[in-house]
């Protein structure tokens, strides 16, 4: 961040949104989300920031495990045996979210927010993933747990998703 991001107050999110826009716009792409453990919140942070809509294309909170199936074509079946918290279930709604909003790149969240477990995963299980057309790559955050409230576990889930994108579009470094 530098001293006048500090001094305009932005926080991380805002920070990676405002990125994120300036990236996808100088690139011609554009990003499309689908939420549940997030539940707009990822959306939101991408639909407030400027140039949002240049290459913010909208979402789906799949909140219910049948929309994850009906609208962002996640296989019914890997929702009957794993579950809607799953790595397979994250990918799957980011490469459907990213075919129904035509879309260059697709991002989604699942987890556990709390207070209870589900489908066998403890509160603050968390899968994000990104589908483009290098593939689909899911990232499993550490950073949240069981002590956090369900407000910080979205909210680790939104800069988890951002930060997944964003490392997406960074240049190779040399010498990695």
Do not use: C, W
């Not at 011609?28 to 991408?46: I, Q, Y």
């Not at 879309?103 to 993933?129: E, N």
């Not at 290098?134 to 889930?157: F, K, L, N, S, Y």
């Amino acid at each position: 961040m530098d001293s006048g991001d500090v001094g305009r107050g932005l926080d991380r999110v805002e920070l990676l949104a405002r990125q994120l826009h300036d990236a996808l716009a100088a690139a011609g792409h554009t990003v499309a989300v689908a939420e549940s453990l997030t539940a707009g919140r990822l959306g939101a942070a991408l639909a407030d920031a400027p140039g949002a809509s240049q290459t913010f294309r909208g979402g789906v909170i799949a909140y219910q495990t049948e929309v994850k199936a009906s609208v962002l074509g996640v296989d019914p079946r890997l929702l009957n045996t794993e579950g809607a918290v799953h790595p397979d279930v994250a990918a799957q709604m980011a490469e459907g979210v990213r075919r129904l909003m035509d879309a260059s790149y697709g991002l989604a969240t699942t987890g556990v927010a709390g207070p209870d477990t589900q489908d066998g995963k403890r509160v603050g299980t968390l899968f994000v993933a990104l589908g483009g057309s290098h593939g689909t790559v899911v990232a499993e955050p550490t950073h949240a747990d069981e002590a956090m409230d369900r407000e910080a576990i979205q909210q680790a889930a939104v800069v988890a998703a951002l930060e997944l994108l964003r490392d997406h579009l960074r240049p190779p470094q040399e010498g990695r």
